[in-house]
Nanobody, 125 residues
Framework: QVQLVESGGGLVQAGGSLTLSCTAS????????MGWFRQAPGKEREFVAA????????DYLYSVEGRFGISRDDAQKTVYLHMDNLKPEDTAVYYC??????????????????WGQGTQVTVSS
């Protein structure tokens, strides 16, 4: 079982920036899909972003496109979520996710094998 550990969450004012990190315990993530989901209190867990290690494509939630960027350092087995121009609506627990298939269009919870424990992001107004 691959372990994913997130870090970098915290409190930030609206308009600010924050970068989340996620490090995997697997030998490699180079061919994996790696991504991020988030869940606000009382809300459904929703897809945020993914990078596909096989196709090299990315997907984003429409409401974060242009503000968030996903990147990865495969040598360090780490994936990042760079968040700019944060809004109060971005407040949520953010979860790092991974799947051994690096292909497809993976925007659903059940399409990912590996999940981190989550890191809290709070955006104040």
């Amino acid at each position: 079982q691959v372990q994913l550990v997130e870090s970098g969450g915290g409190l930030v004012q609206a308009g600010g920036s924050l970068t989340l990190s996620c490090t995997a315990s697997s030998r490699t993530i180079s061919k994996y899909t790696m991504g991020w989901f988030r869940q606000a209190p009382g809300k459904e867990r929703e897809f945020v972003a993914a990078h596909y290690g096989g196709s090299h494509r990315t997907d984003y939630l429409y409401s974060v496109e242009g503000r968030f960027g996903i990147s990865r350092d495969d040598a360090q087995k780490t994936v990042y979520l760079h968040m700019d121009n944060l809004k109060p609506e971005d407040t949520a627990v953010y979860y790092c996710v991974g799947d051994s298939s690096g292909w497809g269009h993976k925007t659903r919870v059940n399409e990912y094998q590996f999940w981190g424990q989550g890191t809290q992001v709070t955006v104040s107004s």
